[in-house]
């Protein structure tokens, strides 16, 4: 059993990286700060970046945004904003790292920091975060298994009485039989519900105010 509930854990941290293994984003950052680096502006710059054959694999319809951008003279961060809201074929962390580079340029263009060197910071912001939410991915991973399992226990009972030829409403035959069913139905949904919160809590954010309480 053992060996089981292992098997799952790898199996669910594997389907957990593969969801959130889509880091285009962080390219596409990578390539605009080299772009700006070169000594073209932010708007020239994207849209090299969204032709790049990575990126473009990953966002094809990002590049047909940004030439307008280029062609209508409108900012880049005001393209890539409509970008998240409507979705563009993006997932919802991609959505949110791009969210994060719009942030970024937004912030250089106010304080006027090199936008190069915000562009580089934020795509290695991306890239930290979607390397926390996979590590949280892989830990939570055998404890979510182990939930799965020990829920589906319940079960095992009139699965055992089938097996051996014992029809399950013999096993519930008596007024006792049937409140101790309930009964074990009621406590298993409340360790299901309870598992759910202390894993959701796991995988809560940390405190970044500075706050150790």
Same mark, same amino acid.
């Given at each position: 059993?053992?060996?089981w509930v292992a098997r799952i854990a790898r199996r669910a941290g594997r389907r957990s990286r593969?969801?959130?293994?889509?880091?285009?984003?962080?390219?596409?950052?990578?390539?605009?700060?080299?772009?700006?680096?070169?000594?073209?502006?932010?708007?020239?710059?994207?849209?090299?970046?969204?032709?790049?054959?990575?990126?473009?694999?990953?966002?094809?319809?990002?590049?047909?945004?940004?030439?307008?951008?280029?062609?209508?003279?409108?900012?880049?961060?005001?393209?890539?904003?409509?970008?998240?809201?409507?979705?563009?074929?993006?997932?919802?962390?991609?959505?949110?790292?791009?969210?994060?580079?719009?942030?970024?340029?937004?912030?250089?263009?106010?304080? %006027?920091?090199? /936008? *190069?060197? =915000?562009?580089? @910071? !934020?795509?290695?912001?991306?890239?930290?975060?979607? #390397?926390? &939410?996979?590590?949280?991915?892989?830990?939570?991973? %055998?404890?979510? /298994? *182990?939930? =799965?399992?020990? @829920? !589906?226990?319940?079960?095992?009972?009139?699965?055992? #009485?089938? &097996?051996?030829?014992?029809?399950?409403?013999?096993?519930?035959?008596?007024?006792g039989s049937r409140v101790l069913g309930v009964v074990g139905l009621l406590l298993t949904a409340?360790?299901?519900?309870?598992?759910?919160?202390?894993?959701?809590?796991?995988?809560?954010?940390?405190?970044?105010?500075?706050?150790?309480?």
């Open positions: 059993m053992v060996a593969r969801r959130s293994d889509d880091p285009w984003v962080a390219d596409f950052a990578e390539v605009v700060a080299v772009g700006l680096d070169a000594g073209l502006d932010l708007s020239a710059a994207a849209l090299a970046s969204a032709r790049s054959p990575g990126v473009r694999s990953r966002a094809p319809w990002l590049s047909a945004h940004l030439q307008g951008s280029v062609d209508d003279g409108r900012p880049v961060t005001t393209v890539l904003e409509g970008g998240c809201a409507v979705g563009s074929g993006t997932g919802p962390e991609a959505r949110r790292d791009l969210a994060l580079l719009v942030a970024a340029w937004r912030l250089a263009e106010e304080v %006027g920091a090199a /936008a *190069s060197a =915000v562009t580089t @910071s !934020a795509a290695t912001s991306v890239r930290e975060r979607r #390397a926390a &939410v996979d590590r949280t991915a892989v830990v939570v991973a %055998g404890p979510r /298994a *182990s939930m =799965v399992l020990l @829920s !589906a226990l319940p079960l095992a009972g009139p699965a055992a #009485a089938v &097996v051996v030829g014992l029809p399950p409403a013999r096993l519930y035959d008596s007024v409340a360790g299901w519900w309870w598992a759910r919160r202390l894993l959701r809590r796991a995988r809560r954010p940390g405190r970044t105010n500075g706050d150790p309480a």
